[in-house]
C-alpha cells in the first residue's frame, strides 16, 4: 500500500464512492473503487483494487491518485483512472506475449520456455523500485499451457513518489520539429537510442540557405542528460548528440546532381551521415519505384562516440507519452500528430519488449514450433487495434475499424474532439510490405477514403516482416544499401506521397523476428 496507513486503505475500500466490479474466469470478482482522500486533500483521491470473499473485501492494492488525474468529478470511472494514472507510473508488465501498463482479463497461451518463468514479467525490472500486483494462474487446454490473467501491473515507486509530490519532469522535455518533416519523423524516433532517418533535399537550396544564412535545425529534442539535433548548416547537414557533433559539407563542385538523399544515423556508440545526389528520377506505379541512376555519387562519414545510454528518466517519458491523459485537440495537425506518434510508440514497444508474435501465426507440433507465416492483414488490424486501445483511451480518441465509405472498407478511421468543438478526421490505411497492392494502397485506395471522409490528413502503415522467419520483399529502392530496408521504404513512400492531395504520414511497423548479433 503505497504511502497509506492500513485505516485509509480499509475506508477507501468499505466507503468507496465509485466502484467497477469485474468477474474474471467465472472464478473471481473484482472491486476496483476510488474513494476522495481524507487526510491529504492534495492527493485526490485512494484507489483500491479488492478481491471479494466470503468474508467480505481483501485489498491487493491501493495507491493514492491525484486530483487531476480522475478526470470527471462527478462521474470518475476506476479502470479508466487505474489505466490514465499507470501510464504515469507504471511500468511495462508481460504476460506471455501480452505487454502492457495493465493486462486485464486476458488468457495467453504459452510456449515451454514461458511455462517456466514467473508467469507476470516486469520490463527493465533491474534499474526501479517497484510495487506490482499479479494475479495470474497457469492452466491447461489439454497439452497447452494457458496463463489465465486477471490482473497484472507493477508501478515504478520513485516516479509514484514525485507524482504524487507535485514534481512533474516531463515539463522539461522539449521537442520542435520543422514542418517540413513533421509527416516523417517523430519525438519517439528522435529519443530512440538507435534510429535512422532520411530525406531528400536540392544540394542547390542548400548552399543558397548558407549564404543567405537561412539554414537550421530540422529537429531538436533536450531533456536532462540528453539532447539530439539534425539539420543543415555551413553548407551541408549535421548531426549533434549531447557534446558530440557530426558535419558533412558539400559544395556544387563536389555534387553535381539536382537533388540528394541524406541518411542521418545514430547509435550508442556512433553518429552518422549518409549522401547520395544524383540526377535520378523516380517512376512509381504498381511495384515499387525504381531509380536510374546518372552519375550518382555516396559518400559516408562517421563519427565514434563514447558508448550512449537513454537516460532513465526519458525512457519512462516515452512509455508515458503515449497514453497521457487528453480530451480536446488544438487543431487537425495535432491530432495527426498524436495518432502519427502512438503508431510510433506500438513500433517502438515491439522493438524493445521482441514481442511481435501476435503479427505471426505460429504452427506447434507438441510444444516445439515448426513454422512461422505473417498473418493475413485483418488479423494484423486486429492486433494494432489491441495495442492502440490504451492510448486511445487516454487520449479521447475513438477508433472504428473497418470503417465503410463509397470508396470501400477504410482500415481505421480515427476520430478527435478538436477545440473548435468539431470533430477531426484521421483516415489510416494499413499494407504488407511484401503486398503487392503496396503502392496502389498508399496512391489510390488511401487518397479515395480521405476523399469520401473530406479528410485533409492521413497516415499509411506498413507491417513490415522481413527477417529471420520471411525473405519478402526484395526492394530496389534509392536508399537501398545505405539506409536500412524499412527506413528506405519509409523514405521512397514518403517521397511518392508528396505528390497527394492531403497530407499523408507514412509508418513502418517492424514486426519481424531479426537475428540478434549474438547468434550471427
Known amino acids: 500500500m503505497l504511502g497509506l496507513t492500513w485505516e485509509e486503505t480499509a475506508a477507501a475500500t468499505a466507503e468507496a464512492e465509485h466502484c467497477t466490479e469485474r468477474t474474471f474466469f467465472n472464478t473471481l470478482t473484482m472491486q476496483f473503487a476510488l474513494k476522495r482522500a ?20 481483501r485489498v491487493e492494492f491501493a495507491i493514492r491518485v491525484p486530483r487531476n488525474l480522475v478526470g470527471s468529478p462527478e462521474d470518475p470511472r476506476p479502470l479508466q483512472v487505474l489505466h490514465r494514472y499507470l501510464g504515469l507510473v507504471g511500468l511495462e508488465v508481460t504476460v506471455g506475449d501480452k505487454v502492457g501498463h495493465l493486462i486485464l482479463d486476458e488468457a495467453v497461451q504459452l510456449s515451454e520456455t514461458q511455462e517456466t518463468q514467473d508467469l507476470m514479467q516486469i520490463v527493465d525490472r533491474a534499474r526501479h523500485s517497484i510495487v ?14 494457458i496463463a489465465q490473467c486477471a490482473v497484472a501491473l507493477a508501478v515504478d515507486v520513485d516516479r509514484y513518489h514525485r507524482v504524487i509530490r507535485g514534481h512533474d519532469p516531463d515539463s522539461e522535455v522539449t521537442v520542435d520539429l520543422a514542418p517540413s518533416v513533421e509527416a516523417a519523423l517523430t519525438a519517439s524516433q528522435l529519443f530512440a537510442p538507435t534510429a535512422t532517418f532520411a530525406l531528400k533535399r536540392n544540394v542547390k537550396d542548400i548552399i543558397a540557405e548558407v549564404r543567405e544564412r537561412r539554414s537550421g535545425y530540422l529537429a531538436r529534442v533536450s531533456a536532462p542528460g540528453y539532447s539530439l539535433e539534425l539539420g543543415f548548416r555551413e553548407g551541408g547537414g549535421y548531426i549533434r548528440r549531447n557534446t558530440a557533433e557530426l558535419h558533412y559539407p558539400v559544395s556544387s563542385d563536389e555534387f553535381a546532381g539536382e537533388r540528394a538523399s541524406w541518411v542521418f544515423t545514430w547509435s550508442p556508440t556512433m553518429l552518422q551521415i549518409h549522401l547520395a545526389a544524383s540526377k535520378a528520377r523516380t517512376s512509381m506505379g504498381e511495384t515499387p519505384p525504381t531509380t536510374e541512376r546518372a552519375a550518382a555519387t555516396v559518400g559516408t562519414r562517421s563519427l565514434e562516440t563514447p558508448q550512449f545510454v537513454l537516460p532513465e528518466p526519458l525512457v519512462q517519458f516515452l512509455r508515458r507519452r503515449s497514453v497521457l491523459p487528453r480530451t480536446q485537440y488544438t487543431s487537425l495537425i495535432d491530432l495527426w500528430r498524436t495518432v502519427r506518434e502512438s503508431l ?25 514450433i ?40 477504410l482500415d481505421f478511421l480515427i476520430t478527435g474532439v478538436l477545440a473548435s468543438g468539431a470533430q477531426g478526421r484521421i483516415c489510416v490505411e494499413f499494407k504488407h510490405a511484401h503486398s503487392r497492392d503496396l503502392y496502389r494502397g498508399l496512391m489510390e485506395q488511401l487518397p479515395r477514403y480521405m476523399e469520401s471522409q473530406a479528410a485533409t490528413y492521413g497516415i499509411y502503415g506498413v507491417f513490415w516482416f522481413k527477417g529471420r522467419d520471411w525473405d519478402q520483399p526484395t526492394l530496389d529502392l534509392p536508399l537501398s544499401g545505405i ?19 492531403g497530407r499523408v504520414a507514412v509508418v513502418v511497423i517492424d514486426v519481424s523476428r531479426r537475428l540478434s548479433p549474438s547468434r550471427g
Do not use: M
Open 344 to 368: 510510433d510508440d506500438i513500433s517502438l514497444l515491439i522493438e524493445a519488449t521482441g514481442k511481435p508474435n501476435p503479427f505471426w501465426d505460429v504452427t506447434y507440433e507438441g510444444g516445439a
Open 483 to 501: 539506409a536500412d530496408e524499412p527506413e528506405a521504404l519509409r523514405s521512397a513512400l514518403g517521397e511518392a506521397a508528396r505528390v497527394l492531395p
Open 370 to 409: 515448426v513454422s512461422r507465416r505473417p498473418k493475413r492483414e485483418p488479423e494484423c488490424h486486429a492486433a494494432i487495434q489491441l495495442l492502440f486501445d490504451r492510448a486511445a483511451l487516454a487520449k479521447n480518441l475513438t477508433v472504428i475499424p473497418e470503417f465503410q465509405t463509397a470508396g470501400g472498407a
Open 132 to 145: 506490482s500486483l499479479s494475479l495470474v494462474a497457469l492452466k491447461r487446454q489439454g497439452a497447452t499451457p
Open 38 to 57: 481524507n487526510s491529504d486533500q492534495k492527493a485526490g483521491y485512494v484507489l483500491t483494487i479488492a478481491r471479494k470473499e466470503r468474508q467480505g473485501l
